[in-house]
């Protein structure tokens, strides 16, 4: 029989999985690795979340099958929050979304409006799904850079000059994962008056929306106004609630989008597990404590990190917002590449990394850190660092 799957050949191999199989193997073998690698939250959600989610699954009848769009409660909790946070109206019934994780939302969305041949613009580098979701569904991309400025905005005008087809739907993610870069409202306004005028869809990604530091709120495109009508936006309880393996996130905006999202998901899921969606609602509706506590730990993870990088040889620009730092290679290993640089930092001093590679070719020169260990690991990654610099004959100023 053919194995030549048609989807499959559409993949190139993932090259973060070759530094996660590698972390496997060490830690297998009893080795202490600090892992900076993915950005898995290492704490707890709420407990008030959590008691909710124990109390709803001691009731017989929430163990039966839910609604693949979200339960009613938690996507008006989703509106509610919406309306607190950025003053957005948003029906419920015709506007919001429950998805599994953003991840899921975003290959789902993909798979309701692309067909074979399509043109997607999306950011290189760019979190994997905002490419290869839209790959997966028979599209081309056609990239654009990650940093918002006049550049940014010249390369979406040359592409929808030069494209055939032309392009149908932009992916945008603010605050960017991996490289951690923000927009203002200005942005989105500019960015909205394109779409309308290109006829082109915008599938915004907010996941990182409430982690931004030194005071300076991340917006949403939905504050624009008139976005409804070009836009759907993604946001994930992952990171602002340290929720990441209950897979809750959202999509809102675009009623015809999330209509036909709405159907794909009718036939691919019957949505999460009820007591999950009531605790997710829990998190929505009850105490913010931790929205803020979570700001400021990543906050001073990202201060603590910088320093004591810094001071082994390795400078790292200060992330503006998110759970990562967009690192570029110290110069004098630039040459090695962000695969091999990473490699040999887990085996020569038991860091994890991701390779910028891995988000496509424009991260080359660069890793991505995640912020997802405690103060005192971060200060012992960094000296495990400066000690591997160290047998290289690198120094503070050489790096």
């Given at each position: 029989?053919?194995?030549?799957?048609?989807?499959?050949?559409?993949?190139?191999?993932?090259?973060?999985?070759?530094?996660?199989?590698?972390r496997h193997a060490a830690r297998k073998a009893g080795q202490d690795i600090i892992d900076l690698g993915m950005g898995n939250p290492d704490q707890p959600p709420p407990q008030h979340v959590i008691?909710?989610?124990?109390?709803?699954?001691?009731?017989?009848?929430?163990?039966?099958?839910?609604?693949?769009?979200?339960?009613?409660?938690?996507?008006?909790?989703?509106?509610?929050?919406?309306?607190?946070?950025?003053?957005?109206?948003?029906?419920?019934?015709?506007?919001?979304?429950?998805?599994?994780?953003?991840?899921?939302?975003?290959?789902?969305?993909?798979?309701?409006?692309?067909?074979?041949?399509?043109?997607?613009?999306?950011?290189?580098?760019?979190?994997?799904?905002?490419?290869?979701?839209?790959?997966?569904?028979?599209?081309?991309?056609?990239?654009?850079?990650?940093?918002?400025?006049?550049?940014?905005?010249?390369?979406?005008?040359?592409?929808?000059?030069?494209?055939?087809?032309r392009p149908s739907l932009l992916v945008v993610n603010y605050p960017s994962n991996p490289t951690a870069e923000v927009v203002d409202l200005a942005f989105y306004e500019r960015l909205v008056a394109?779409?309308?005028?290109?006829?082109?869809?915008?599938?915004?990604?907010?996941?990182?929306?409430?982690?931004?530091?030194?005071?300076?709120?991340?917006?949403?495109?939905?504050?624009?106004?008139?976005?409804?009508?070009?836009?759907?936006?993604?946001?994930?309880?992952?990171?602002?609630?340290?929720?990441?393996?209950?897979?809750?996130?959202?999509?809102?905006?675009?009623?015809?989008?999330?209509?036909?999202?709405?159907?794909?998901?009718?036939?691919?899921?019957?949505g999460a597990f009820t007591p999950i969606q009531a605790a997710a609602c829990a998190a929505l509706n009850g105490p913010q404590d931790i929205v803020e506590t979570n700001r400021q730990l990543y906050?001073?993870?990202?201060?603590?990190?910088?320093?004591?990088?810094?001071?082994?040889?390795?400078?790292?620009?200060?992330?503006?917002?998110?759970?990562?730092?967009?690192?570029?290679?110290?110069?004098?290993?630039?040459?090695?590449?962000?695969?091999?640089?990473?490699?040999?930092?887990?085996?020569?001093?038991?860091?994890?990394?991701?390779?910028?590679?891995?988000?496509?070719?424009?991260?080359?020169?660069?890793?991505?850190?995640?912020?997802?260990?405690?103060?005192?690991?971060?200060?012992?990654?960094?000296?495990?660092?400066?000690?591997?610099?160290?047998?290289?004959?690198?120094?503070?100023?050489?790096?």
């Amino acid at each position: 029989m053919d194995t030549d799957f048609y989807r499959m050949k559409r993949l190139p191999p993932y090259v973060i999985a070759e530094v996660n199989g590698m972390r496997h193997a060490a830690r297998k073998a009893g080795q202490d690795i600090i892992d900076l690698g993915m950005g898995n939250p290492d704490q707890p959600p709420p407990q008030h979340v959590i008691d909710k989610l124990c109390e709803v699954a001691q009731k017989p009848d929430a163990h039966g099958y839910s609604q693949s769009k979200g339960i009613p409660g938690l996507r008006r909790a989703q509106a509610n929050y919406y309306g607190r946070r950025f003053g957005v109206d948003l029906d419920p019934e015709t506007e919001v979304v429950v998805t599994m994780g953003s991840k899921e939302g975003l290959a789902s969305l993909a798979t309701a409006i692309t067909a074979p041949g399509d043109v997607v613009l999306a950011p290189n580098p760019s979190y994997p799904i905002h490419t290869f979701g839209f790959i997966l569904a028979g599209a081309t991309i056609r990239s654009v850079p990650t940093t918002p400025d006049d550049n940014y905005f010249r390369s979406l005008e040359k592409a929808m000059a030069f494209t055939v087809p032309r392009p149908s739907l932009l992916v945008v993610n603010y605050p960017s994962n991996p490289t951690a870069e923000v927009v203002d409202l200005a942005f989105y306004e500019r960015l909205v008056a394109w779409a309308k005028e290109n006829k082109v869809w915008i599938l915004s990604d907010l996941a990182y929306s409430e982690l931004y530091f030194d005071g300076k709120p991340t917006p949403s495109i939905m504050q624009v106004k008139g976005a409804k009508d070009v836009a759907v936006e993604f946001t994930s309880m992952s990171k602002t609630y340290s929720m990441a393996g209950w897979r809750m996130g959202f999509a809102v905006g675009n009623k015809d989008l999330i209509a036909a999202m709405s159907r794909v998901k009718s036939y691919l899921d019957y949505g999460a597990f009820t007591p999950i969606q009531a605790a997710a609602c829990a998190a929505l509706n009850g105490p913010q404590d931790i929205v803020e506590t979570n700001r400021q730990l990543y906050h001073k993870r990202r201060d603590v990190m910088v320093e004591a990088f810094g001071r082994a040889g390795w400078d790292i620009p200060p992330p503006p917002a998110s759970m990562f730092a967009w690192a570029p290679l110290p110069p004098a290993l630039r040459d090695m590449g962000s695969l091999e640089f990473s490699k040999q930092l887990l085996v020569h001093a038991q860091v994890a990394v991701a390779p910028g590679v891995g988000y496509g070719e424009e991260g080359e020169g660069f890793v991505r850190i995640a912020m997802v260990e405690n103060e005192q690991r971060l200060r012992q990654a960094a000296r495990n660092v400066k000690r591997y610099l160290a047998s290289l004959g690198i120094n503070s100023s050489a790096a």
